[in-house]
């Protein structure tokens, strides 16, 4: 695991510790067995052509395998919310620290970890992630817009996501309200 963007898998796919990279917008990127990369160009064919060779080679469904993993680890809820940031808030938010989640649970779970680096490559993640047994949110500002984005995910389904999300959000309003006025260029 690594920050948002392409170039923090590049160099994985590069020296062969990653075989496959992908991002939310349907980037996808492969190690060739000559060891070279390819990039899609964002439009989902390659990846389809993979689950064809899955279904191929193993004489099953790529369905079929994703319910088995669902069944062992639990059926995955993603969302994200983007909202407006001014520059300022932006700053706010990039310095989120540990020290600002003052919860002790997460969607009803004890929290395990918050995280303002990367596990991956100990690279700053520009926000903040928050983990708990079956379920996490990471909040950050978007390099590219004036928005904020808080990514989540639950493994207990939608109600649980929604929770989440909105604890995620009390964190993110916290920052902006008590911080307004006090940023440090």
């Not at 993979?50 to 079929?64: F, K, Q, S, V």
């Not at 950050?140 to 989540?152: C, N, Q, V």
């Amino acid at each position: 695991e690594v920050p948002v963007g392409f170039k923090w898998f590049v160099d994985g796919l590069l020296d062969g510790s990653l075989g496959f990279a992908g991002e939310e917008s349907a980037g996808a990127s492969f190690a060739r067995l000559d060891g070279t990369v390819w990039t899609t160009d964002k439009d989902g064919i390659i990846p389809a052509l993979l689950a064809a060779e899955i279904t191929a080679r193993m004489d099953r469904d790529p369905g079929e395998i994703y319910r088995e993993l669902t069944h062992e680890f639990g059926d995955p809820a993603y969302d994200r919310i983007d909202a407006p940031a001014t520059p300022d808030q932006k700053k706010l938010l990039a310095k989120l620290s540990p020290q600002q989640v003052t919860l002790s649970e997460l969607g009803g779970e004890k929290i395990q970890a918050v995280l303002t680096h990367a596990p991956g490559n100990d690279a700053p993640i520009g926000g903040l992630k928050v983990i708990a047994e079956s379920g996490w949110f990471a909040a950050r500002p978007s390099g590219t817009e004036d928005i904020y984005k808080i990514y989540a995910e639950s493994f207990l389904g939608t109600d649980h996501l929604r929770r989440i999300q909105e604890e995620a959000q009390a964190i993110v309003n916290d920052t902006l309200a008590s911080d307004a006025g006090r940023i440090d260029p």
